[in-house]
């Protein structure tokens, strides 16, 4: 493990048994995240990006388990840890921001109490009044304007951008190495979601927090991300420094994903779709995921899952037209 690389995933497995058998929901994700890096999780819904943050937290939820792999943070392995170290770890080295600010926020306890909580949970020594005053000065930081007012209202009289910036605040607050982001904007309208956006990075460039950012969103990912790791069907297919995958993606699917955005498409053409279906997680993949959609599927393809093939400095594809010699 290099000096700097904060969080190393290595082969991660999670399952869920199920009446109907065992979904196989990550099959095998590898990638690591740099300190102060932003690495954005990429793919379509039921890809793994979200069961992959949970099981980040070991939160994924009975009966799913994680089967196999590695979850080094700072070169610890958090699946060795007891639960009460990694009750620890949450909230104060690992935080993580939902998609819904108002269904992760408690109803009934005002903002500026809940974000106070966060940091008495995290820090025994502190009054109540000093983590009250915190919690204030955290929520003027993200730009919330009338901090000490906003701090005695309830969830519900918030509007929607105002509860996210609550939620990061929450999170931040004991300025964790890692937040984890799962889709932070989806439910925002767009200039809410550029400003809170713009603001994350701001933040994380002054808490120097590594960010792992998860969207389907690849224009979202473009302007916030350094790196990109692509997932299909449980699996990290390409990953590698943002630009170089988004504008010279090698993996057949990730090409085929930044066609689906409707750039310079004349109105009377129709949008291209990547044809075929995402695969049943019911069934471990004992070829490439992918290879019942790829147009370029080889022999070998259906036979044995690809390893990450290394391309040019840093990026990686999982796919036998890079193997060597290919
Ligand atoms: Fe296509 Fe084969 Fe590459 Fe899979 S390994 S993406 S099927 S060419």
């Known amino acids: 493990m290099t000096d700097d690389l904060l969080l190393d995933v290595q082969d991660l497995r999670v399952e869920f048994p199920t009446l109907r058998g065992t979904i196989h929901a990550l099959q095998g994700v ?23 943050a949970l099981a980040i937290l070991r939160l994924v939820s009975h009966p799913g388990r994680i089967s196999r792999g590695k979850i080094l943070f700072e070169g610890r392995d958090l699946l060795a ?10 909230g104060s080295q690992i935080s993580m ?13 005002r903002v500026g109490a ?14 109540r009044r000093a983590a009250a005053e915190r919690a204030v000065e955290m929520l003027a930081t993200l730009g919330i304007p009338d901090p000490r007012r906003v701090a005695r209202r309830y969830p519900h009289e918030l509007s929607g951008g105002m509860a996210q910036r609550v939620m990061i605040a929450m999170m931040l607050v004991t300025r964790p190495k890692l937040l984890i982001a799962d889709e932070p904007t989806s439910a925002l309208d767009v200039t809410i979601q550029a400003q809170i956006l713009e603001l994350m990075k701001a933040l994380k460039r002054e808490i120097r927090t590594a960010l792992l950012l998860i969207t389907h969103d690849l224009g979202v990912m473009a302007e916030t991300c350094d790196r990109v790791a692509v997932m299909y069907a449980g699996s990290v297919v390409e990953q590698g420094p943002v630009r170089t995958v988004l504008k010279r993606p090698q993996h057949p699917y990730t090409q085929g994903l930044l066609k689906t955005i409707p750039n310079d498409v004349a109105p009377d053409q129709p949008l291209f779709s990547i044809r075929g279906q995402v695969p049943s997680l019911l069934q471990p993949s004992i070829g490439c995921a992918f290879a019942p959609r790829c147009e370029r599927a080889m022999p070998e393809c259906a036979a044995k899952v690809p390893p990450q093939y290394g391309l040019e400095a840093d990026h990686h594809v999982a796919c036998f037209l890079h193997a060597p010699g290919a």
């Not at 990638?31 to 069961?51: I, M, P, Q």
């Not at 009460?84 to 949450?90: K, Q």
């Not at 921001?97 to 306890?109: G, R």
Request: net charge negative; hydrophobic share 35%; aromatic share 2%.
């Open 30 to 52: 590898t990638f690591g995240l740099h300190r102060c890096e932003t690495l954005g999780l990429a793919g379509e819904t039921g890809c793994g990006k979200s069961v992959t």
């Open 81 to 90: 840890v007891s639960e009460a170290e990694m009750r620890d770890l949450r």
């Open 97 to 109: 921001i939902l998609q819904e600010p108002k269904m992760s926020l408690n109803p009934v306890i």
């Open 114 to 127: 809940q974000v106070a909580e966060t940091l008495l949970v995290h820090d025994k020594t502190l009054s």
